[in-house]
């Protein structure tokens, strides 16, 4: 995959995760999310959505990575159907296995193989795992400047290699500014995520996605170590589930109501 000298070219990288609503389950010792289905990573819309108002705005292209099995495909192809240019799926038998540090390697060892990326977009977390760890740590393994939680991209000067942002806080809002390329992870508070188009649908259909094996970026023994980032479960069990019952006060007015709850609250020793 080839680009332009001086072409804006921007990536996303995307997680293929279980629905919002889906519940854990423990069967046997084996952990799953049941029959649930499998989306884009609902904070990973922004990050989508962000990057194609950039294109939009200046030009260029955008490329989506996503790790995972073959079924990873699917989160492309709705990136794909939202506007993005490329897929790229990185798939390995090991991967399940991943913590954040090694996905971040892997991730970043990819990076550095496409032609001039200018901007990384990352949701701010992934809803499975929740960590929040990639983004930043993507940034730190490629040495380029990183930015959290961002809420508003004020200013991109192609140009003189510059990037403003609005990073949102629970202090506030912080404004920021360091040098492109740069890495960068997004709230929802940053747009309104564009839904795929028909057309969209119809290119994403037809798309062929650049497949990625640790084998060709020459990682294979270097990240497969138990010692170096594989997460092996000894045992897992589901937590016994608690029944709880619940008391209904009644009165004729909310302040005998709540004078009741404070005697009750007194009793159990609550307060």
Known sequence: MSFEEGEL????????????????????????????????????????????????????????????PESAKEALKTAIAMGCDHGILISDASIASYDARITSIVI??????????????????????????????????LGWPGFSYVAELSEIDIENQHISVVRLLEEGRQSCSGKIP???????????PRYP???????ASKAEMQVITLDDLGLGD??????????????????SRKSTDAELLEGSDMHSIASELV???IEDKVI
């Open 9 to 68: 070219h921007n990536l996303v990288c995307i997680k293929h995760t279980p629905d919002s609503a889906a519940k854990m389950l423990v069967e046997n010792g084996v952990v799953s999310w049941g029959d649930a289905p499998m989306v884009v990573n609902p904070w990973d819309e922004y990050a989508i959505e962000e990057a194609l108002s950039v294109r939009d705005k200046f030009g260029g292209s955008v490329t989506v990575l996503t790790m995972g």
């Open 108 to 141: 970043s060892k990819v990076i550095a193989t496409l032609d001039n990326v200018q901007i990384v977009f990352f949701g701010k977390q992934a809803i499975d795992g929740d960590t929040g760890l990639v983004p930043m740590s993507v940034a730190y393994a």
């Open 182 to 192: 740069a890495v960068i992870s997004v709230v929802k508070e940053i747009n309104e």
């Open 197 to 203: 188009s028909f057309v969209g649908i119809r290119k």
């Open 222 to 239: 270097q990240i497969s170590s138990d010692y170096n980032g594989s997460l092996n479960w000894s045992e897992i069990q589901e937590l």
């Open 263 to 265: 005697e009750k609250l």
